[in-house]
């Protein structure tokens, strides 16, 4: 049952990736909390039990982590304002009521604050490197990523026929595309880009490719066709072809 003015703990927005970035730490509660509360009980320290300075406040929302409409009464952020290093732990005893009385929920999380475009590849691409018009490419990186703020954040120019997003695994993306024949195109993202640990791209990623041509074509009639002696002229049509022999 819930204790109305006694929040319990539901857990932290982080994917259960046991880690901690440079962006926020959300935590969800089970009911409205007065920040103020939980910022009296907080304690935040590096693993040699030394206290980290923070900064709590209530969100509008859980984003880029979750998109679910989540109340934002019912959450807390944490920025930790001075981080570890990389690889180094950090100790958080939250605040949670159980019973009317002031517990405990202690996590220990590792700092990862790099976030960087692991692979991409294309899928069943030609022998020339250029990019089949319709075709797939598959993004892949070393932290998770919340699909819809992927979609948001990414920018290929120019816009092909079409995009299609999907997240096969919690880091990688699958990218179906229509392109637009014999043309350049340009893949980055948003500088708003973010994981789900709130750490931007620690480099510009900018991926170029051209999609094929559409294939050779030579058109004659297919009917008889009848031409005046002073004018033999066959008419055909042709695509892509740059001499006849």
Not at 95 to 107: E, N, Q, T
Request: charged share 25%.
């Amino acid at each position: 049952p819930i204790g109305i003015g006694q929040p319990r703990l539901m857990g932290l927005l982080n994917w259960r990736s046991n880690q901690v970035g440079r962006g926020p730490l959300f935590l969800l509660y089970d009911q409205p909390i007065d920040i103020e509360k939980i910022k009296t009980h907080l304690e935040v320290n590096n693993e040699k039990n030394q206290p980290l300075p923070f900064q709590l406040f209530r969100p509008q929302n859980a984003k880029p982590v979750s998109e679910s409409n989540i109340d934002p009464r019912w959450l807390a952020a944490i920025i930790i304002k001075s981080l570890p290093g990389d690889g180094q732990k950090v100790k958080i005893a939250i605040p949670d009521w159980m019973d009317g009385k002031l517990d405990f929920m202690d996590y220990t999380l590792t700092v990862n604050t790099s976030f960087q475009l692991a692979e991409q590849w294309p899928d069943a691409p030609r022998p020339d490197g250029l990019a089949r018009l319709k075709s797939s490419r598959f993004l892949k990186f070393n932290n998770p990523i919340e699909l819809s703020h992927f979609k948001d954040s990414l920018q290929i120019l120019p816009l092909p026929k079409s995009i299609d997003v999907s997240g096969s695994w919690y880091n990688q993306v699958q990218l179906n595309l229509e392109l637009n024949p014999g043309t350049d195109y340009r893949l980055t993202f948003k500088k708003t880009f973010r994981d789900i640990l709130g750490n931007p791209l620690a480099k510009p990623v900018e991926i170029k490719f051209r999609s094929e041509d559409l294939p050779p074509v030579l058109a004659v009639p297919a009917a008889p066709v009848l031409l005046e002696k002073e004018n033999r002229r066959l008419p055909i049509q042709i695509r892509n072809i740059q001499s006849i022999e």
